[in-house]
């Protein structure tokens, strides 16, 4: 059985990229040669040269890890505040059913 390939929405690229090029200024910004970096998130250097390109299969938490050592913002400006965030939506959460069902169709019944 083959595979087909995955596709991302363009705005899915777009991020991807943004995101790697934050990572590529922030680090050459900070005089980190991609050497420095990849030992210090853990990968080799050509897992940090996609996440940098912003190649969509490297792993979400990869990239984030790049982007906190480097010092790219992840949600909010300031780390401090991302633990009152993740509470605010796990309150707004709380407030949903745990569970999600697609609604049934109606029958039409007006004839």
Not at 28 to 51: F, H, N, P, W, Y
Not at 72 to 90: A, C, G, W, Y
């Amino acid at each position: 059985m083959t595979e087909h390939p995955r596709t991302y929405s363009r705005m899915t690229r777009e991020a991807l990229t943004m995101m790697g090029g934050l990572i590529r200024l922030a680090r050459k910004q900070r005089k980190m040669s991609e050497a420095d970096l990849s030992a210090r998130v853990g990968i080799a250097r050509s897992t940090l040269q996609l996440i940098e390109k912003g190649h969509p299969k490297v792993e979400i938490g990869l990239v984030f890890e790049a982007a906190t050592l480097v010092g790219v913002p992840l949600f909010v400006d300031e780390p401090s505040r991302l633990t009152p965030e993740i509470s605010r939506v796990n309150d707004k959460l709380a407030l949903l059913p745990q569970s999600v069902r697609r609604p049934r169709s109606e029958v039409k019944d007006d004839f």
